[in-house]
């Protein structure tokens, strides 16, 4: 389990004191929608002894910035169009349609750990959810192209189901294989709950969160990235590094409330988050795939007031939550994360090497093409090589007689079973380079690899 927390604050619109926040608290993740919070980042580019303080000590403990380009034209027709659409867009944007700027907003671009895309978008029809896919790989591409990493989904709380997830995947995977985008690294997730009348009945008698309860009280829409990872047929290649861009407390229906509108105390709503964190912590088939969750949101718009986490209006719950930060964040962020970029590769169920004498003539050699052809199998003159690839089961076969001029001797059969006793043995008995052709061929033809029925023809 992670040692420091994975929570971090959502930031809409800068309040003051801010940058004071961060480095007090040192949080997982900073989500900014603001372009100009890379002003302040950057150690090197302050003057100040506070400011180079500041921004030493969140460069020091890897706080990951995220950055986002709020855009209201959000199309899924025509995917890849859409990415080139909106990349100049935001390049356009960061610019103020200056094309000689580019260079130095691409270069500021980086200085972030990662861009989002599109939000909130896709879900609820198979078409747009396979679209987001598609869109997701080419944007990606474009992001790389200048050395900058890409998260992609942005899927809203309880989304992608199970039925559209796989079509999200299938059609990003594709464009990949087919070369017409490339891989994000890593998806985003927003991921909010409101709590139930029967609040109390989700505590233990000491006063404290029951973690199983919360966990069922809070399904589908806490946590739901990892019931996607554990479902048997999601690939590998598609378990990305997950970055949580938005959580809270959201009443969604039948309109979007925040905790400051809900039946619970300030008090509760930071328990909860506690709860959640240490859900976050936990590794998933001992990855630990969550960069950090953004609470939403530490400075707002107008219209999101109700979710405003700061001391506001005499209520906030910033204040606690700086004060588990401090508690929680003792040494840098370690980003074990990054571990998802290199899946272990899948172990080989089975194995087969073809294993030939060391003085076997070319034309030997070349009587096993067809069967070599046909079943792709690995072939050489190395007892070492063809020992050292065993899976977890293996076979080998031995090409010629034990007592023909270039088959392998009975002391090389032996010598493998001392090495390995599970490793499976077949011989193509021939004493001659037509009769092993022969042998080979019906092999191949009859799609027999091991010559099973080798004994058949013989007879």
């Given at each position: 389990m992670s040692v420091s927390s994975k929570l971090g604050f959502h930031i809409q619109k800068r309040r003051q004191g801010w940058p004071n926040v961060i480095a007090d608290s040192v949080p997982a993740l900073v989500k900014s929608l603001e372009w100009g919070i890379i002003d302040e980042w950057i150690p090197e580019e302050q003057t100040e002894p506070a400011k180079i303080c500041r921004a030493r000590k969140w460069?020091?403990?890897?706080?990951?910035?995220?950055?986002?380009?709020?855009?209201?034209?959000?199309?899924?027709e025509r995917p890849e169009d859409r990415a080139y659409e909106f990349w100049n867009r935001l390049l356009d944007t960061l610019t103020a349609g200056d094309r000689d700027k580019r260079r130095e907003a691409l270069a500021r671009m980086r200085l972030f750990d990662a861009w989002e895309g599109y939000n909130e978008v896709g879900a609820g029809d198979p078409i747009a959810i396979a679209n987001l896919g598609r869109f997701d790989a080419a944007l990606a591409r474009y992001f790389h192209a200048?050395?900058?990493?890409?998260?992609?989904?942005?899927?809203?709380?309880?989304?992608p189901s199970l039925e559209e997830w796989p079509r999200y995947y299938n059609a990003l995977l594709d464009a990949v294989a087919s070369g017409r985008g490339e891989r994000p690294d890593f998806l985003h997730f927003h991921e909010y709950w409101c709590p139930p009348n029967n609040w109390e009945e989700l505590f233990?008698?000491?006063?404290r969160i029951d973690a199983d309860k919360m966990r069922?009280?809070?399904r589908g829409y806490m946590l739901h990235w990892r019931e996607l990872y554990q479902h048997p047929d999601t690939p590998s290649e598609i378990k990305l590094p997950v970055i949580i861009s938005e959580c809270g407390w959201d009443q969604g229906q039948p309109r979007q409330v925040g905790f400051r509108q809900l039946p619970r105390s300030d008090e509760?709503?930071?328990?909860?988050?506690?709860?959640?964190?240490?859900?976050?912590?936990?590794?998933?088939?001992g990855v630990d795939y969550v960069v950090g969750a953004a609470i939403y949101t530490y400075g707002h718009e107008a219209q999101w007031a109700s979710f405003e986490i700061d001391q506001w209006q005499g209520r906030g719950v910033l204040d606690s939550l700086r004060a588990y930060l401090r508690e929680e964040n003792l040494s840098p962020h370690p980003w074990d994360w990054q571990a998802a970029w290199k899946p272990p590769e899948p172990e080989v169920e089975e194995s087969h090497f073809v294993l030939l004498a060391q003085n076997s003539p070319i034309a030997w050699r070349h009587a096993l093409d067809k069967y070599l052809e046909t079943f792709k199998v690995t072939n050489g003159q190395s007892l070492d090589d063809a020992v050292r690839l065993a899976a977890k089961r293996h076979h080998i076969t031995l090409v010629g007689s034990a007592d023909s001029p270039y088959g392998l001797p009975k002391e090389w059969e032996e010598e493998i079973r001392r090495r390995n006793p599970k490793i499976i043995i077949d011989r193509m008995e021939a004493r001659s380079v037509s009769e092993l052709r022969r042998v080979a061929d019906r092999r191949a033809q009859r799609g027999d690899r091991y010559g099973e029925h080798d004994r058949d023809e013989a007879r």
């Open positions: 460069k020091e403990f890897r706080v990951f910035l995220s950055g986002r380009y709020a855009t209201s034209t959000q199309i899924l200048e050395g900058i990493r890409y998260a992609g989904g942005g899927f809203s709380m309880t989304k233990s008698p000491d006063g069922q009280a809070t509760d709503y930071v328990k909860w988050l506690i709860w959640y964190d240490q859900e976050l912590k936990k590794p998933l088939d």
